[in-house]
């Protein structure tokens, strides 16, 4: 590689890691701010949790909840809670696109059935 | 007897570039001559048929105008007459243009010059009397048992002879040694002991301790030797001498600068060496165990003032010395500040070993001198590093290694002080000086090494650094003394193992020297020349020329001053016939007359023909060999040359450049070995008398109104040979420009 | 005339004011040999330096060289005296580059491309502090305790955490912004918190050893300065800067020309990701986001930019070892070297360089594993490689100001160093002063400047 082809990619490097920047400047202009991120559910629900803990924990809370369930038979646990199942959530989030894929598709994270129901 | 045979050889472009029936009409025409024959290859089956068959009819000798005998040998032993060989093909066809008059004529002249020396030439008489086959050896240390277990293993009765009470010199002090196989990394243990016990097993050894050489006479083959020994004198005969008296190491106290003497805690390697057999290394100054040993290298050597040479050994002995420290004591460390290290050739492998130990540091540096302190403590002040130009360095003890110095005899000075006492003895003028000179010398009376009851003194002539002289690399174990050999330190600063290697080929030389000697044959560098000089006595003026310039000393003298040849010292280099003035001494096969009428056999083109005639006479070592190789080569040059092979320089008698101007010849190319402090002369002074009367002769031509530029020396390694065709031509232009010379007609 | 290189020293020592002072003579300097820095250097890539002679080939073939006082001949022979004091004022072990082309000549397999890795290591080692851990960080012994100490650092965090009581959600932060950690247990603010530690913890160590290391460059170098005015502090900063962001430096190597590109490669997927680092741990407080701040998703620029980079200095590292491991083939072909048993081992580099080497790439290598794991759901192993890269960037954070990672400094203050006194290379000397000078100074090896 000659110098001056070198000193090229270098620059091209550089422009790449400027690049992110350009990118956040045009999605903020583009202006999604003021609207929630995420749909509210309706209202006069309460949460089996307190809302931000649900946030970080629902997926091992999910995944607990399966095991206790249909692994181990034990539906006494937290009242009648686990009567309600994983429907339940549905009933005080109905919109499904807003509540749960809008952070899921921005995360790369795809839930398919397997996720849950293996082995 | 058929007269001389000739046989031209018509291969190797012969026939073609020179016009064979002048040359066979031209032979035939000569005095002597018999049968001329034109073969068209000499060298092939049917050319050895005719090679036979002319040897059967016993010509008195044969010429062979074909190519130098160097490159192709073409006589067998069948050919018992004497054989001349004229190299046509390297010194007229391939170096000079084909079918050209003046080439016709440069080989004329060669076959002419040929068929002279098969002429003139007398078979020699080998000078063959009984000889001793026993070889002294001088000196007991390591090369002087090398020589004498190689001399003794070859079948020959040997006499050492020691002056000290064992044998063993300076091996007897060193208890371990560098290391002398592969790996080459490890000391090793004194071979002496095994050395020792195997020398005094052997029948065929006689070992003089404690005694020393009173006095020797003779010549190879017979010498008469008288020996000092502790129960008073012993005299016995040997046929050949091999001096091995070592060395002594260079005196420490010269060098003050280094602390020698301030301190006792500078020493030298000699006295290191003690310490470390004794177990381990303390301060000589307070019993304090050395702990950071400081080795100064080329103490004293590689220096003007002192010593000029390296020693070579040093070096190893510093790093076997640093390695047997940090193996008795591997807490201490070894500091080694030298010039350069030097560990020739595969004992590299050991300096690499040392520099593997992280606590032997080197560095290289000049060491500017050694500090002493009030408190006895020492520092190295080094200068010229990389350390930077001015540090020091602390040690606990600072050994200095110390170089070599031959122990060899002053036979100059030597022969100074007996001249001058035989001056005062005589009485007379000069009585004055006599005493000056004894006053001055005395100091060395009894520093004699061989007692040699020659001409030119009691001991061997010695070169500028006090080596015994010869060419060391060409020759190793010459000396200018014939049958005395020189091995070990005191030819060269050596090792042990170069000193076995030394004592082995020193013995075998002087066995050589020996068996030539019972044959009347001369030993290097004229191998198996039977004929040595013969002095027509009548017209001797006792100049003593011959007798002072002979560089071996071959020569002695009786009462009147007449040369009295000691035929088996001669190397027959004619140096003798060069320097004699009244051109009394002759070999059967190379004289005064031979040589003047090969001078005077060239027909000299007269003025009109502007065709030059430059005479060349070529040392037979270097340059002659040097002009074939140049004809091999093909490089040519000019054809106005006539060469005349001489035995060397010094072997050229004045006369013969004489005779060449007075014949007309335009000009002289002397062609030589290097003369100087290193010589490359083969007889050691031909190229240096040579240059001495080259200047009379100039003087003389000066005289005669010619310019003393038509002499020319030109000094010629063998190496020369693609140049010397371009010197000969620029001499030859000279000639040209400066015009013919003026006596053409005369 | 072509100056010897028995001079070099006379040149170091010689002071512009030699001719109006000659003054009184100093007193000459005391060599002690330090048998504890020989041996430490003899275990860090010295080994064979007690083979130099001195014959300066080395110094001959070496294209960064100043030419008045020539490296690495005199680091050589200070190495095997351990001459510390003089090793560690000394600019020229940071000029060297590592291209090996010294140890490629060297007659005796000395290998002082090596010795002067060696050398710099001695250099970081001798500023920093605590002088344990210093010491730790260059021996493969230490890298254990240091792993384990980063592995215990990570979970007495999270433990500790758990005990404060305060919640993942305090910790993360909140309102409008979702930032989703990982792993609970370790939400991003602890994690920054607890890097931004560590970091400053770099700053000040390495920060110290710049000050002492620059302290030492002026007293000795500057008391015989070879320009009379030192350039303006922004030209230098500027020209030394220039000289990292272009890499001219490995251009004049002869015998590892790629790494050049390997390096480059190293340097900016660093840059990338610390440019991403910068994004990520200011994102609560960036007003250009809303929503869901972290997890990045993979179409998300930055996270691209991420990768990128990762591959980058992943593809940089191999580059780099592949070059590393292939110089005995490459070298010596046929294994055709001289010398004795031992001595002339390949240089494939020193413990210092593999270290550096395999924890970047461990790094990045678990980060990537991370990531493969958390997108293909496998949520038993991805903690795990999660923890494996925690403790291995813990690791490279506390090594970072003691092991070869510190030449982000020291030789960033060389240069600075060097193009504020003006101490030329002697390839930018050539480039300059051509052809005339070509005549003037024959070199063994004339070799443009790719």
Not at chain 1, 5 to 34: C, H, I, K, Q, T
Not at chain 3, 87 to 114: F, K, M, N, Y
Not at chain 3, 372 to 386: C, I, M, S, T
Not at chain 3, 435 to 444: E, G, M, N, R, T
């Amino acid at each position: 590689m000659t110098n001056g082809n070198y000193r090229r990619v270098v620059m091209v490097g550089l422009v790449v890691m400027g690049l992110p920047v350009l990118f956040s400047l045009v999605d903020y202009a583009r202006g999604a701010e003021g609207e929630p991120f995420l749909a509210p559910a309706k209202p006069d629900t309460a949460c089996i949790l307190e809302s931000a803990a649900m946030r970080y924990t629902h997926m091992t809370f999910l995944k607990d909840l399966r095991d206790r369930v249909v692994r181990e038979e034990n539906r006494s646990a937290e009242g009648d809670l686990d009567a309600r199942g994983m429907n339940s959530c549905r009933g005080c989030h109905p919109d499904r696109a807003a509540f749960c894929d809008r952070c899921h598709d921005r995360a790369s994270v795809r839930l398919d059935c397997f996720d849950c129901h293996k082995y | 007897m058929s007269g001389i045979a000739v046989l031209l050889c018509e291969g190797c472009e012969l026939g073609s570039a020179l016009d064979m029936g002048a040359l066979t009409r031209l032979a035939s025409g000569q005095q002597g001559v018999g049968t001329v024959k034109s073969v068209p290859c000499l060298c092939s089956e049917a050319g050895a048929d005719v090679l036979r068959e002319c040897a059967s009819d016993e010509p008195s000798a044969m010429v062979l105008g074909a190519c130098a005998a160097r490159f192709m040998p073409l006589t067998t032993k069948d050919c018992r007459c004497r054989i001349e060989r004229v190299a046509l093909r390297e010194l007229a066809v391939w170096s000079h243009e084909a079918r050209h008059d003046e080439t016709q004529a440069l080989a004329g002249d060669y076959l002419r010059m040929g068929l002279i020396r098969a002429l003139k030439s007398a078979a020699p008489e080998p000078d063959v009397r009984e000889v001793e086959r026993t070889v002294l050896v001088v000196g007991g240390g390591a090369a002087g048992i090398a020589a004498a277990l190689a001399a003794a293993g070859a079948g020959y009765r040997v006499v050492v002879v020691e002056q000290g009470a064992e044998l063993g010199g300076w091996l007897r002090e060193t208890k371990r040694l560098p290391p002398s196989r592969a790996p080459y990394r490890d000391l090793e243990p004194s071979p002496l002991d095994s050395l020792v016990n195997e020398l005094v097993s052997l029948p065929l050894v006689t070992v003089h301790a404690g005694a020393t050489v009173a006095r020797i006479t003779g010549e190879p083959g017979r010498f008469e030797v008288e020996l000092r020994t502790p129960g008073g004198t012993t005299a016995l005969r040997a046929g050949g001498i091999v001096q091995a008296t070592g060395f002594t190491p260079y005196d420490a106290n010269r060098l003050p600068h280094l602390g020698y003497g301030d301190s006792p805690d500078v020493v030298t390697t000699f006295e290191l060496e003690r310490m470390l057999a004794a177990g381990p290394v303390c301060r000589p100054s307070n019993g304090q165990p050395a702990r950071r040993i400081a080795f100064v290298q080329c103490a004293g050597s590689r220096d003007p003032a002192h010593l000029p040479y390296c020693s070579t050994v040093c070096c190893r002995t510093t790093l076997k010395q640093a390695l047997w420290a940090r193996e008795i004591d591997p807490d201490c460390e070894a500091y080694v500040v030298a010039k350069d290290l030097r560990s020739p050739g595969v004992h590299e492998a050991f300096y690499r070993r040392a520099q593997e130990d992280p606590l032997v540091f080197f560095t290289k540096g000049e060491v500017r001198r050694v500090k002493v302190g009030k408190s006895g403590s020492l520092s190295v002040e080094i200068t010229g590093g990389l350390l930077g130009d001015d540090v020091e360095l602390p040690a606990d003890l600072v050994v200095l290694a110390v170089g070599m110095v031959p122990r060899a005899s002053n036979n100059d000075a030597l022969r100074e002080l007996s001249d001058a006492r035989a001056a005062l003895a005589k009485g007379g003028p000069g009585q004055a000086a006599a005493e000056e000179t004894i006053r001055r010398l005395e100091v060395l009376a009894d520093t004699g090494t061989l007692g040699l009851g020659y001409r030119q003194g009691p001991d061997l002539p010695l070169d500028r650094y006090g080596f015994p002289d010869s060419h060391f690399i060409c020759f190793p174990y010459e000396t200018r003394r014939t049958g005395i050999y020189t091995a070990g330190a005191v030819r060269a600063p050596n090792d042990l193992e170069a000193c076995c290697i030394d004592g082995q080929g020193a013995a075998l030389k002087a066995i050589q020297a020996i068996e030539h000697a019972a044959e009347g044959l001369a030993m290097h560098p004229r191998w198996g020349d039977v004929a040595p000089p013969t002095f027509n006595l009548q017209r001797c003026t006792q100049c003593k020329r011959c007798t002072e310039e002979c560089p071996f000393g071959t020569l002695d003298e009786d009462e009147r001053c007449t040369p009295k040849l000691n035929s088996t010292r001669c190397r027959r280099c004619g140096i003798c016939l060069g320097a004699c003035p009244e051109r009394i001494i002759s070999f059967p096969d190379y004289s005064i007359d031979i040589v003047s009428t090969l001078v005077k056999s060239v027909p000299i083109p007269d003025e009109f023909e502007e065709s030059p005639r430059i005479l060349v006479f070529a040392c037979e070592n270097d340059a002659y060999p040097a002009l074939e190789m140049a004809g091999l080569h093909r490089h040519t040059y000019s054809a106005y040359v006539r060469v005349i092979p001489v035995r060397c320089l010094g072997s050229v008698n004045v006369i013969w450049i004489a005779d060449a101007m007075a014949m007309g010849y335009d000009g002289v190319l002397l062609l030589g070995c290097k003369p100087g402090d290193d010589t490359q002369c083969h007889f050691m002074r031909g190229s240096d008398l040579m240059a001495t009367r080259s200047e009379n002769v100039k003087q003389k031509l000066t005289q005669l109104a010619l310019e003393d530029e038509r002499v020319r020396i030109e000094y010629v390694a063998i190496t020369d040979f693609s140049t010397l065709g371009g010197r000969i031509d620029a001499f030859v232009e000279r000639i040209q420009e400066i015009g013919l010379n003026p006596f053409k007609d005369v | 005339m072509v100056p010897s290189v028995g001079d070099e020293t006379t040149m170091v020592k010689r002071s512009p004011h030699r001719d109006s002072a000659p003054a009184k003579k100093p007193r000459p300097k005391r060599v002690v040999p330090d048998r504890e820095v020989v041996r430490r250097l003899l275990g860090s890539g010295g080994d064979a330096m007690g083979q130099c002679m001195q014959c300066a080939t080395c110094s001959a073939v070496c294209e960064l060289t100043p030419d008045d006082a020539p490296f690495p001949r005199k680091e050589m022979l200070w190495a095997q005296w351990g001459l510390v004091d003089r090793l560690v004022s000394d600019v020229d072990i940071w000029l060297c580059h590592e291209c090996h082309d010294c140890t490629v000549r060297c007659p005796r397999g000395a290998r002082p491309g090596d010795v002067m890795a060696a050398l710099r290591q001695a250099c970081v080692s001798h500023y920093s502090f605590p002088q344990g851990l210093a010491r730790a960080a260059a021996a493969p012994a230490g890298l254990v305790w240091i792993v384990l100490a980063s592995a215990a650092l990570l979970a007495a965090a999270s433990i500790g955490w758990d005990a404060t009581g305060v919640t993942v959600a305090e910790l993360t932060g909140g309102g409008t912004r979702i930032a989703i950690p990982f792993w609970t247990r370790f939400p991003h603010g602890l994690l920054i918190a607890l890097f931004l530690t560590v970091f400053a913890f770099d700053v000040a160590v390495l920060g110290l050893g710049m000050r002492r290391y620059w302290r030492a460059l002026s007293a000795t170098a500057l008391s015989a300065p070879t320009r009379a005015t030192p350039n303006a502090w922004g030209q230098s900063l500027r020209a030394a800067l220039g000289r990292i962001v272009w890499h001219d430096d490995f251009a004049s190597c002869q015998h590892e020309a790629r790494r050049r590109f390997g390096h480059g490669l190293v340097v900016y997927g660093t840059v990338g990701l610390m440019v991403v680092d910068l994004w990520v741990v200011t994102a609560r407080q960036n007003p250009l986001l809303s929503g869901l701040v972290y997890p990045l998703g993979l179409a998300d620029p930055w996270k691209l930019l991420a990768n990128l980079a990762g591959v980058a200095l992943v593809m940089g590292c191999v580059m780099m070892g592949i070059e590393r491991l292939r110089r005995r083939e490459r070298w010596f072909p046929g294994g055709k070297w001289s010398g004795l048993e031992g001595v002339r081992r390949a240089p494939s580099g020193t413990y210092g360089d593999w270290l550096l080497l395999g924890l970047i790439s461990t790094v990045v290598l678990t980060g990537f594993v991370t990531e493969g794991l958390h997108l293909f759901r496998v949520d038993e192993l991805r903690y795990a490689a999660y923890a494996a890269h925690l403790v291995s960037v813990t690791t490279l954070f506390v090594v970072l100001p003691y092991s070869k990672l510190a030449h982000l400094a020291y030789r960033t203050l060389a240069f600075l160093f060097v193009e504020r006194y003006g101490l030329r290379r002697r390839a930018a000397v050539r480039a300059e002063t051509a052809p005339a000078a070509s005549c003037a100074q024959p070199k063994l090896s004339p070799q443009e400047v790719p």
